[in-house]
């Protein structure tokens, strides 16, 4: 996921502060897949990793002192960072008007283009 983050030409034009923030998030986005792991029917799924791996985060980047205004915007997108595909797959185009009031909802605690960078990246 860096790899794919910082090989696209968005995130390389963004300002430094954003690109920080993307690159930590996307560093951290799985942190809690190990030990959310379950087998169901031969399938492994990480059922609610992204909500646990945005309080792991949050706890890592307290200890690092990592600035709160940043240390919350990543936190927001490594929370958040299924949904831009999870809206698109089980929405679709009818329920658009929910996953538009769910982007608006996060946008209140990170710029969607920086959770789009993310995801995309993902």
């Known amino acids: ?8 030409a968005e995130w ?13 998030a996307a560093v951290l986005h799985d942190v809690a897949k190990p ?8 399938r492994f799924s990480n059922p ?6 945005a309080r792991d985060a949050r706890v890592i980047l307290w200890r690092m002192d990592f600035p709160h205004a940043l240390r919350e ?5 490594v929370a958040a960072h299924q949904l831009p595909s999870h809206l ?10 929910e996953a538009d009031r769910a982007l608006a909802s996060i946008s209140l605690m990170v710029p969607n283009r920086l959770l789009a960078m993310v995801a995309e990246a993902d």
């Open 1 to 8: 996921v860096v790899e794919e983050l910082v090989a696209s």
């Open 12 to 24: 390389r034009a963004a300002p430094m502060r954003d690109r920080l923030v993307a690159f930590v």
């Open 35 to 42: 030990r959310t792991r379950i087998e169901q029917g031969g």
């Open 48 to 53: 609610r990793h992204s909500s646990i791996g």
């Open 73 to 77: 915007r990543v936190c927001a997108i």
């Open 88 to 97: 698109v797959e089980r929405l679709g185009a009818e329920r658009a008007w």
